[in-house]
């Protein structure tokens, strides 16, 4: 039987990689060591979530190992997916229920979760050249968003990646929690810290700091 490749799951399947994708080396021999371990994982890039209308796009850096790696799904099955689908679902961006599996029928509505890394990475750390060799992927995934006009890069890999998209110097548009920046075409980024489990357990990142960067987003300019 044919495997299941990640535009048959996507919303912008003209914007996604292969299953077998062979551009990072790494990444490819750290994808044959999970296949070989977890036979019943998703175990390749994963796909584009949420709404193809959507106006805001949530930017992430790339899969967690026994999140979106195991389930196919971006943050689904992990700690950092926990807050994130939280506070959709809060701010009206999500419904349904999130159960942490891709099946529970947890809709997007207006959002859409692209990650800068399609595929997992050793030690949760892409490489610069793995970033770059992902970019077209996210640079298509946006340019098939019509309605696209706010973004939210969790981390500074994820912002970095997208001013990169966007041809804007990443000296001119330094990353800090809650800062907003001008992106071309009318757009605009709005940085937040990862909600990973690191920088929740440290308190760089609580539900409050989080949920305030949503409600900067939701403050659309006329």
């Known amino acids: 039987m044919t495997a299941i490749q990640p535009a048959d799951?996507?919303?912008l399947p003209q914007a996604e990689a292969p299953r077998d994708c062979p551009l990072c080396p790494?990444?490819?021999a750290l994808r044959h060591e999970c296949r070989a371990e977890h036979l019943d994982w998703w175990n390749a890039p994963v796909p584009a979530f949420g709404d193809p209308q959507a106006w805001l796009a949530i930017i992430g850096l790339a899969p967690g190992k026994h999140g979106a790696n195991r389930t196919g799904r971006p943050f689904?099955?992990?700690y950092a997916g926990d807050?994130?689908?939280a506070t959709l679902l809060k701010f009206g961006l999500a419904e349904g229920e999130y159960r942490a599996d891709p099946g529970d029928g947890l809709r997007l509505k207006g959002a859409i979760i692209l990650n800068a890394v399609k595929c997992l990475p050793p030690q949760n750390k892409t490489l610069p050249q793995e970033e770059a060799n992902c970019r077209p992927f996210l640079m298509e995934?946006?340019?098939?968003?019509?309605r696209l006009t706010t973004f939210i890069a969790l981390g500074k890999v994820a912002h970095d990646s997208l001013c990169r998209s966007?041809?804007?110097p990443v000296a001119r548009?330094?990353?800090a929690h809650g800062a907003t920046h001008a992106l071309p075409?009318?757009?605009r980024l709005i940085d937040s810290y990862h909600c990973s489990r690191y920088n929740q357990n440290t308190r760089r990142l609580d539900a409050a700091m989080f949920e305030a960067v949503f409600t900067t987003a939701l403050k659309r300019p006329a």
């Open 173 to 175: 548009t330094k990353f």
């Open 166 to 168: 966007f041809e804007v």
């Open 83 to 85: 807050l994130l689908y």
């Open 26 to 28: 790494r990444l490819v």
């Open 76 to 78: 689904t099955g992990d």
């Open 141 to 146: 995934g946006i340019a098939s968003l019509p």
């Open 185 to 187: 075409g009318s757009r």
């Open 9 to 11: 799951r996507s919303p």
